[in-house]
């Protein structure tokens, strides 16, 4: 959808889904005057057309769990790039992965506190870097908007929201979630290349 698409209605329902993306579409509907269902099809063309990356539980793990937020700044040897910022998606405690117009990859993870050092030299994939630099983060703040979107799962096949007994899987290097076996097994059908014999 190209931003010139978008017109005053979604940006209030994208606005009112950033406030708490747990509200009900009928309370948004009536607040935007449209009908329940004219809202949830404008939420999923929204999704659909990438407006709308996904919605998710947003956990802060140093709040429970003996984590310390670390920011990573990798330069990649040359040509490089992808493939890197492709391992480091896979890699344990990362949260986040940007990578810069000058093609550096910055990196965002909550690691155990006591094994910073070893979890940056032991799991990251430092071979293909030309060097890098650690800092530890004094706090990781989200911005109300995002806080706001990212409260809710829904299923990356059918966009229902995923409860309790959802699945969680890496297809093409993103993480996906599922309400459903059904559902995950469907859209690794649409999503995942064929293996070569």
């Not at 993306?21 to 949830?40: G, K, W």
């Not at 979630?177 to 649409?190: H, L, V, W």
Request: with cysteine.
């Amino acid at each position: 959808m190209a931003q010139s698409e978008i017109d005053d209605t979604d940006r209030e329902i994208l606005r009112f889904l950033a406030e708490n993306a747990r509200r009900p579409y009928s309370t948004i509907a009536e607040a935007v005057n449209l009908s329940a269902p004219s809202v949830s099809a404008r939420v999923r063309q929204l999704e659909q057309e990438g407006v709308i990356r996904r919605f998710s539980v947003d956990l802060d793990l140093t709040q429970y769990e003996n984590r310390i937020h670390v920011m990573v700044r990798l330069q990649s040897e040359l040509g490089k790039t992808d493939s890197l910022r492709e391992s480091i998606l896979e890699t344990s405690y990362v949260e986040h992965v940007f990578t810069t117009a000058e093609g550096e990859i910055v990196v965002v993870a909550t690691p155990p506190r006591t094994s910073i050092g070893n979890w940056v030299q032991q799991s990251l994939p430092l071979s293909d870097v030309r060097s890098y630099d650690v800092q530890l983060l004094s706090s990781a703040t989200r911005s109300a908007y995002s806080n706001g979107t990212e409260s809710v799962l829904t299923c990356a096949h059918c966009g229902t929201t995923v409860g309790e007994d959802g699945l969680a899987t890496r297809v093409g290097g993103s993480l996906q979630q599922f309400c459903c076996k059904g559902c995950e097994t469907a859209f690794k059908g649409e999503h995942e290349k064929p293996q070569e014999k």
